[in-house]
């Protein structure tokens, strides 16, 4: 159940926040986001070792070039035909290099939800099977969900277990950013930047196993667990980005939870 939370505020310092929290098996190896692709030499991400992919593409931007974001998250619908499906884990990286996706055939992949950010604004295209939904994301805090914008893609799934997890999370954390005061990231370590969202990003102090966490972790029973895996942070003002990484569950000392990667 992966989530991703926009927050847009254009008066602010700081527009466009977005908190991306990645859920996966837990035996499904990856690495911490570095420049993995020779291909594609400026984007950063982390990379996904089963299907050389990513979950979060960054172009960092530059002199002349604005940064950009593409966050992935698996959705419900139809699946691409066997022979010819390819990997989702390439979405990101396409959507951040090649401005956008629209070029792709997008029956050859499974479904998913593709948000990508920059710093006027941020958009999410959904893709279950038929013809694909995209929108732009409003003023304020949005959440997407595997059941797509606010939870209501065209497609979403048919397990009322799955769907109630996911509302509940949604509605806990939209609930505690919006109480909280809304951060202006710039210098500093990731507790000062990201200031009172940072405890509540990092779990809020709730059990792995409770309904409405956002770091999580459960087993099945048969050796399958199923949790959070890593966390990202991005930030979109004037000055460019600033994208900080952790891995999930959050512990250890301050010095070791989060790491600057712009």
């Not at 499906?85 to 979405?91: A, Y």
């Amino acid at each position: 159940m992966c989530t991703a939370f926009v927050s847009i505020e254009p008066s602010s310092a700081v527009p466009v926040l977005l908190l991306s929290v990645r859920d996966e098996y837990a035996g499904r190896q990856w690495l911490p986001p570095d420049h993995h692709w020779p291909g594609r030499p400026s984007v950063l991400g982390g990379l996904d070792l089963a299907a050389g992919g990513t979950w979060l593409a960054v172009e960092p931007g530059g002199p002349g070039a604005d940064p950009v974001a593409a966050c992935l998250l698996n959705g419900f619908g139809t699946m691409a035909p066997a022979q010819a499906r390819l990997s989702r884990g390439e979405l990101p990286l396409t959507a951040v290099r090649d401005g956008g996706i629209g070029h792709l055939d997008l029956e050859r992949y499974d479904p998913f939800h593709l948000v990508v950010v920059r710093p006027d604004g941020a958009r999410v295209l959904s893709w279950g099977g038929g013809s694909p939904e995209e929108r732009e994301l409003p003023t304020g805090l949005s959440v997407v969900l595997n059941d797509g914008l606010e939870g209501l893609a065209a497609t979403r799934t048919t397990s009322q277990l799955v769907r109630t997890l996911m509302a509940a999370r949604a509605a806990h954390f939209r609930a505690r950013f919006e109480a909280a005061v809304r951060p202006e990231p710039a210098a500093g370590p990731a507790e000062e930047a990201w200031g009172a969202w940072l405890p509540i990003v990092a779990g809020d102090g709730l059990p792995l196993d409770a309904p409405e966490a956002l770091i999580q972790r459960r087993e099945f029973g048969d050796g399958r667990i199923w949790g959070s895996s890593s966390i990202s942070l991005l930030a979109f003002g004037p000055d460019g980005l600033r994208y900080d990484f952790g891995r999930a569950p959050v512990t250890g000392p301050a010095d070791d939870r989060w790491r600057r990667i712009v």
